[in-house]
């Protein structure tokens, strides 16, 4: 059984104030793990603050990128041995902001995987997708050619603890989210790779969430298509009341 997970992504938000004030907000209104898994990922500069006040709370944390080294001449890079010696758990890799605005390619996100792996955490793939490829018919290879290169090197025993989030870029930040079946379709999609490329049962724990523009009006809709095992918030998850919310819709 696939636990139902809700992740926030903070991006480049917030101060260390409003840090403390969210993880307050939050504080003994959270589900149990076993039942929904939460998470935040929030910007570098507040992760130990995050591990540090959640620690008393079921609430994970996660980085919002890293390299794929482990340490070095990196400058202005952060660490995925110091993500995981921070009591970090999880790293959103291969965001479509950072596939776009930083130039990231299939193999820099592969190579982070890696890192992630290696350093016992778990990555948050992002699969990305835009409108023009959705209407020239090409968002499948794409999808499935994104799922496939994020994985290579990866044995069964990683892919089975991997996340995998379905972000078309043409549903983030809009306010509108993709229909639930075009979310169900491309979740779906990801699946089927996951079980091209391992088999069956991998396929069948491998947690696949949707991003982009869910919101707690539309949360509960999504959350019941059959392959949404989760999904991946950001504008939404930045107030701790609309967190709640979120949570608190989840059927
Ligand atoms: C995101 O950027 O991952 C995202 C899903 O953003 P929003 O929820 O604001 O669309």
Redesign the pocket.
């Known amino acids: 059984m696939r636990i139902p997970m809700i992740v926030g992504?903070w991006?480049m938000n917030k101060t260390a104030d409003s840090v403390e004030s969210f993880v307050n907000g939050i504080r003994g209104n959270l589900p149990n793990a076993m039942q929904l898994e939460t998470a935040i990922c929030a910007p570098a500069l507040f992760l130990e603050q995050m591990v540090d006040q959640a620690r008393d709370m079921p609430l994970e944390v996660g980085a919002e990128n890293c390299y794929f080294e482990d340490n070095g001449p990196f400058t202005g890079e952060t660490s995925p041995y110091a993500l995981s010696k921070a009591g970090v758990d999880f790293v959103i890799l291969g965001?479509s902001?950072r596939r776009k605005i930083f130039r990231e390619t299939d193999e820099m996100i592969n190579l982070k995987v890696q890192a992630v792996f290696r350093n016992h955490m778990r990555p948050i793939i992002c699969c990305d997708e835009t409108m023009g490829q959705r209407e020239s018919n090409d968002a499948v290879h794409w999808v499935v050619a994104q799922v496939i290169e994020a994985l290579k090197g990866v044995d069964e025993e990683q892919a089975r603890t991997a996340i995998i989030a379905y972000?078309p870029s043409w549903?983030?930040?809009?306010g509108t989210p993709a229909s639930p079946d075009q979310i169900e379709e491309g979740c779906y999609l990801i699946r089927q790779t996951v079980a091209d490329v391992y088999d069956d049962e991998i396929a069948d724990e491998v947690r696949v969430l949707y991003?982009?523009?869910?919101k707690p009006a539309n949360i509960n809709t999504i959350m019941q298509k059959q392959d949404v095992d989760g999904v991946?918030?950001?504008?939404?998850s930045l107030q701790p009341e609309s967190f709640l919310e979120l949570i608190s819709n989840d059927p």
Request: net charge negative.
């Open positions: 992504n991006k965001h902001e972000e549903a983030i930040g809009v991003g982009g523009s869910v991946l918030v950001g504008n939404a």
